[in-house]
């Protein structure tokens, strides 16, 4: 956070500084539903891509927002908002008005019975992860299900990342996307920049994000690759959530 150095009173918080803009806090909101690219968030928003391009440039310099070549096109590149910081900020723009006012993020909540869908390309890496840290970290009462559009064996690295946190991946196994045709779920999500172009619609309107995740099977480094990438999943997951225990209320209203 900025100091005032002006002697007229408290600085902003850094998060409003970076949020407090109409435009930006729209393109929070629809990187706070998955990672995009630019040509949608302008679609999204209705807006000039030159204004756009700006503001994400704003929270970008902020660290809100971060970004990634897409795997499928390299010239394209995806958004994403950085939850965690997010949350860092909000607590410190809370604190900084009045002490009882610093937000501390809720526990999630028991989430109700739900069916998710990872889908990726080979199965092997991403979409085994997401599943099998959902249906742990929910402790089953989320129905987690990962498919491929060209599935291959799981990589014995994800074994092993996953075995590091006390996950058995049990009796996994790689599936295409078409074992899954016709069959109804909440959320499907997409880990992969390529299977995004390919994903079929699912029965019921779930709840689609594209998640963009590197295929740490393609990175030189090995084991640390994966381990990155159980981590960002683990975060992203958490968030999801928190998003399916909110949704019951949400709907309600």
Same mark, same amino acid.
């Given at each position: 956070?900025?100091?005032?150095?002006?002697? *007229? $009173?408290? !600085? &902003?918080?850094?998060? =409003? +500084?970076?949020?407090?803009? /109409? %435009?930006?806090?729209?393109?929070?909101?629809?990187?706070?539903?998955?990672?995009?690219?630019?040509?949608?968030?302008?679609?999204?928003?209705?807006?000039?891509?030159?204004?756009?391009?700006?503001?994400?440039?704003?929270l970008r310099r902020a660290e809100l927002v971060r970004t990634r070549r897409s795997s499928a096109d390299g010239r394209d590149v995806y958004y994403r908002l950085d939850l965690t910081r997010c949350g860092h900020l909000l607590a410190? *723009? $809370?604190? !900084? &008005?009045?002490?009882? =006012? +610093?937000?501390?993020?809720? /526990? %999630?909540?028991?989430?109700?019975?739900?069916?998710?869908?990872?889908l990726c390309t080979g199965n092997s890496s991403r979409s085994q992860l997401a599943e099998a840290l959902l249906r742990q970290r929910s402790a089953g009462a989320v129905a987690a299900f990962s498919a491929g559009s060209r599935p291959k064996p799981i990589h014995p690295d994800v074994l092993a990342v996953l075995a590091a946190r006390g996950v058995?991946?049990?009796?996994?196994?790689?599936?295409?996307?078409?074992?899954? !045709?016709?069959?109804?779920?909440?959320?499907?999500?997409?880990?992969?920049?390529?299977?995004?172009?390919?994903c079929p619609e699912f029965p019921g309107r779930p709840a689609t994000a594209h998640w963009s995740i590197p295929d740490p099977a393609t990175?030189?480094?090995?084991?640390?690759?994966?381990?990155?990438?159980?981590?960002?999943?683990?975060?992203?997951?958490?968030?999801?959530?928190?998003?399916i225990a909110a949704a019951p209320a949400l709907e309600a209203s």
């Open positions: 956070m900025r100091r005032d150095r002006s002697g *007229t $009173g408290a !600085a &902003l918080p850094d998060f =409003l +500084r970076a949020a407090g803009h /109409p %435009v930006r806090w729209r393109l929070l909101g629809e990187l706070a539903r998955g990672d995009r690219q630019v040509h949608e968030l302008t679609a999204l928003l209705g807006e000039r891509q030159s204004l756009v391009s700006y503001h994400l440039g704003r410190a *723009t $809370g604190g !900084a &008005l009045h002490p009882g =006012l +610093r937000y501390t993020p809720p /526990p %999630v909540a028991t989430p109700p019975a739900a069916r998710v869908l990872f058995d991946l049990g009796a996994a196994r790689p599936k295409h996307l078409d074992e899954f !045709a016709g069959q109804p779920f909440d959320h499907v999500i997409t880990l992969c920049d390529r299977v995004r172009e390919v990175d030189p480094q090995g084991r640390p690759a994966f381990e990155r990438v159980t981590a960002e999943l683990a975060e992203r997951v958490e968030f999801l959530l928190h998003a």
